[in-house]
């Protein structure tokens, strides 16, 4: 297997931010991944594993062999009473697994259509739209660790699955007695559960909006990608012609007491009431009731139509274009005003690298 040297990482993520690989490998099997680890040269050092690179920032050049993960393969391979069991390389593409298994007439991925990136990374995130996330779908995962090379299985609840968030996305910490899997297992196969009894996951306003507008009230599961691909057009860029990495930030979740404080300062803030007696808010409210929809600092901007999306707004794919430190500045000054206005500190969704 070839290891290229300095390679330019701009193509391989989503934001198009300009950084380059000291050295990148492609991996098409577990047999690859074995070869690096046994490897004389490529062995002891570190690795970064690189899926569809739609949810980093990369702030400087990327020291470690990055492993890009090429892994394919879409199959079913189980049938349970209840469930179809599909199983895809860590390497396929996310919307084209979706695609896939609609074709088959295994319905259960509609609501999570179109959103960019591979198989492998959707764990990682644990991602999620219009009322369903990924692990609502999830059977198990394959994935090799990288100090031992050996080959792993993990269900649901070994996976830390929480709200964009996985024991992936999380380091060892002796302190907090915690059991993070970060930058040691290459996730290689995803199986899903997709339900056999399989009802139609509505309840979002813009979902329901789309029902209205089609006088329809039992949609079929090509419905609901079709609305869903429409809603996502219209509201989010395509990272193929304006670099970002959807949703910069996470929503926030507060007291009653909390919101009530926020409501006060501006009651156009949008938030929903959690089954918990928590309250959601819409992070991208906050960020457009700041004004910054529109604006930019450097090469890095805040998307016209959804203030919770940063976007590239240099010349893409050409050796132009945003760094990473801008990307970072910019999301740092929309923390600031948004702490000194509501008081609520956003948390970053990607991974800063
Ligand atoms: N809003 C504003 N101004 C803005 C942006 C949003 O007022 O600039 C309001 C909207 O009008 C809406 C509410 O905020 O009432 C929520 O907006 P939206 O429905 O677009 O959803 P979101 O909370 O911004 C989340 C996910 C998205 C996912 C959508 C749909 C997060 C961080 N983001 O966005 O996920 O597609 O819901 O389920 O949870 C991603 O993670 O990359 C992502 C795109």
């Known amino acids: 297997m070839l290891v290229e040297k300095n390679v330019q990482l701009q193509p391989f993520n989503t934001f198009h931010i300009i950084a380059k690989a000291r050295a990148l490998a492609r991996v098409a099997s577990v047999d690859d ?25 990369l702030t400087g050049d990327v020291q470690a062999l990055v492993l890009k993960v090429e892994i394919k393969g879409l199959r079913l391979v189980d049938e349970t009473a209840r ?24 319905p259960g991925l509609e609501n999570l259509a179109l959103i960019p990136g591979t198989v492998g990374a959707a764990p990682v995130q644990n991602i999620g739209a ?20 050996q080959l792993f299985t993990l269900h649901a609840a070994q996976c830390g699955f929480g709200y964009r968030d996985s024991v992936f996305k999380h380091g060892r910490s002796a302190a907090k007695n915690a059991f993070g899997l970060q930058g040691r297992a290459l996730i290689v196969r995803v199986r899903f559960a997709l339900p056999k009894d399989w009802k139609p996951v509505l309840g979002y306003a813009d979902l329901e909006s789309k029902m209205a507008e089609c006088g329809c009230n039992a949609p079929s599961a090509r419905q609901i990608f079709d609305w869903v691909c429409a809603i996502r057009r219209t509201k989010l860029p395509d990272p193929a012609l304006v670099g970002n990495a959807g949703s910069f930030f996470k929503n926030p979740n507060v007291s009653p007491e909390q919101c009530a404080d926020i409501i006060a300062r501006d009651p156009k803030v949008v938030h929903y009431h959690l089954s918990n007696g928590g309250i959601k808010l819409a992070a991208g409210s906050l960020i457009d009731s700041c004004g910054w929809k529109g604006k930019s600092i450097g090469q890095a901007g805040v998307y016209e139509k959804q203030a919770l999306v940063l976007v590239n707004r240099g010349a893409n794919m050409n050796g132009n274009g945003v760094t990473g430190g801008e990307v970072m500045t910019l999301a740092k000054a929309i923390q600031t005003s948004v702490y000194e206005r509501f008081g609520i500190l956003l948390e970053p969704e990607p991974v800063v690298v």
């Open 33 to 57: 991944v074995r070869a690096l680890l046994e490897h004389p040269l490529w062995g002891p050092e570190p690795k970064f594993i690189l899926g569809g690179g739609s949810n980093i920032v």
């Open 83 to 106: 469930a179809f069991i599909v199983e895809a390389g860590a390497g396929e593409n996310w919307h084209d697994l979706v695609r896939w298994t609609l074709a088959q007439g295994y």
């Open 130 to 149: 219009y009322g369903v996330e990924l692990q609502d779908r999830f059977e198990s995962l394959d994935a090799i660790d990288l100090q031992t090379g």
